[in-house]
């Protein structure tokens, strides 16, 4: 008997390249023994609504897509108390989740690996009362991963982010922040970037050490940089990003399970890059193997 298998297609992610072999896609799960339902998305929310609608019905959930539509996938799944394993095919522009997933770029050996491939366990964020599969941030880049218009992105690519982020810079502001880690530790002062992460790659903009994450340990990255007071300051900050040296008193890097951060309430944040209202009181937590991703890694 055919397993059963939810595909969650968004049309419009990157240069819409997935459009073109989606019939190829679905061939490849037919030939590996799924019957496949697929769903195109047409607004945002669309699959988180169908995945907790629906994920039950089925042996597994797919989605095609970016990080923003697998955010939503995993969202679905988790408000409607699901335990359907996961695929994700990138057809985004940036896919930093899927690159710190080590999964293919050619979307069909993406579904192949799918076929070929195991659930493996994987840690999610709660914001509050919202679910992010990377990374939560703040600050300076982090405008330019949901402000960049689509066709920006789908044009340039990661240079986009770059590019907006560089726009930025010059009217670049701090935010106060008091953060406590669970372990007690307080971290208060101006930051101009913060970000709780899962993932070596944010937003195309920073990156961490493969050797630093472990993407199923229950805990999350947390990497806040301080304002710079001076251009020399600005300047070490930008070295220390680029060469990946987090000794500096620009940055500070730690992991914890749960992070409470007071923060003025109106400043967004982006969850897997897409827009988040903040608040003053915000609580991250790690909700530690809460989901299950289709993987042929060994």
Same mark, same amino acid.
């Given at each position: 008997?055919?397993?059963?298998?939810?595909?969650?297609?968004?049309?419009?992610?990157? *240069? *819409?390249?997935?459009?073109?072999?989606?019939?190829?896609?679905?061939?490849?799960?037919?030939?590996?023994?799924?019957?496949?339902?697929?769903?195109?998305? =047409?607004?945002?929310?669309?699959?988180?609504?169908?995945?907790?609608?629906?994920?039950?019905?089925?042996?597994?959930? +797919?989605?095609?897509?970016?990080?923003?539509?697998?955010?939503?996938? @995993?969202?679905?799944?988790?408000?409607?108390?699901?335990?359907?394993?996961?695929?994700? @095919?990138?057809?985004?522009?940036?896919?930093?989740?899927?690159?710190?997933?080590?999964?293919?770029?050619?979307?069909?050996?993406?579904?192949?690996? @799918?076929?070929?491939?195991?659930?493996?366990?994987?840690?999610?964020?709660?914001?509050?009362?919202?679910?992010?599969?990377?990374? =939560?941030?703040?600050?300076?880049?982090?405008?330019?991963?949901? =402000?960049?218009?689509?066709?920006?992105?789908?044009?340039?690519?990661?240079?986009?982010?770059?590019?907006?982020?560089? *726009?930025? +810079?010059?009217?670049?502001?701090?935010?106060?922040?008091?953060?406590?880690?669970?372990?007690?530790?307080?971290?208060?002062?101006?930051?101009?970037?913060?970000? +709780?992460?899962?993932?070596?790659?944010?937003?195309?903009?920073?990156?961490?050490?493969?050797?630093?994450?472990?993407?199923?340990?229950?805990?999350?990255?947390?990497?806040?940089?301080?304002?710079?007071?001076?251009?020399?300051?600005?300047?070490?900050?930008?070295?220390?990003?680029?060469?990946?040296?987090?000794?500096?008193?620009?940055?500070?890097?730690?992991?914890?399970?749960?992070?409470?951060?007071?923060?003025?309430?109106?400043?967004?944040?982006?969850?897997?890059?897409?827009?988040?209202?903040?608040?003053?009181?915000?609580?991250?937590?790690?909700?530690?193997?809460?989901?299950?991703?289709?993987?042929?890694?060994?």
């Amino acid at each position: 008997m055919m397993k059963k298998l939810l595909l969650i297609v968004n049309p419009c992610s990157g *240069k *819409k390249k997935a459009n073109r072999v989606l019939t190829d896609i679905i061939g490849v799960f037919n030939r590996g023994g799924f019957d496949v339902s697929a769903y195109m998305t =047409a607004a945002r929310g669309d699959a988180t609504e169908v995945v907790a609608a629906r994920a039950a019905e089925f042996d597994a959930v +797919v989605c095609v897509g970016g990080d923003g539509t697998f955010n939503e996938v @995993i969202s679905g799944l988790l408000a409607a108390g699901g335990s359907a394993p996961v695929g994700y @095919i990138p057809a985004g522009s940036t896919n930093d989740f899927a690159n710190s997933l080590k999964l293919p770029k050619d979307m069909l050996q993406a579904a192949q690996d @799918i076929v070929d491939g195991a659930p493996h366990p994987l840690d999610v964020g709660r914001f509050n009362e919202r679910f992010f599969s990377y990374i =939560a941030s703040f600050g300076a880049f982090t405008r330019a991963s949901y =402000a960049t218009s689509q066709s920006l992105k789908n044009t340039l690519g990661h240079f986009a982010y770059l590019l907006s982020g560089v *726009k930025e +810079v010059a009217a670049i502001r701090s935010k106060r922040l008091r953060v406590t880690l669970d372990d007690g530790t307080v971290y208060e002062d101006d930051y101009i970037f913060g970000g +709780v992460s899962n993932s070596t790659s944010v937003a195309g903009v920073l990156t961490l050490k493969e050797d630093m994450v472990d993407m199923s340990d229950g805990l999350f990255e947390v990497l806040l940089i301080r304002k710079p007071r001076n251009p020399v300051e600005l300047t070490g900050c930008v070295h220390a990003l680029l060469h990946q040296k987090y000794d500096t008193p620009m940055l500070t890097l730690a992991a914890s399970r749960r992070v409470e951060i007071e923060a003025p309430a109106d400043m967004d944040w982006t969850l897997d890059g897409e827009k988040a209202d903040g608040a003053s009181h915000l609580v991250i937590e790690n909700l530690h193997h809460a989901v299950h991703v289709i993987t042929n890694l060994k």
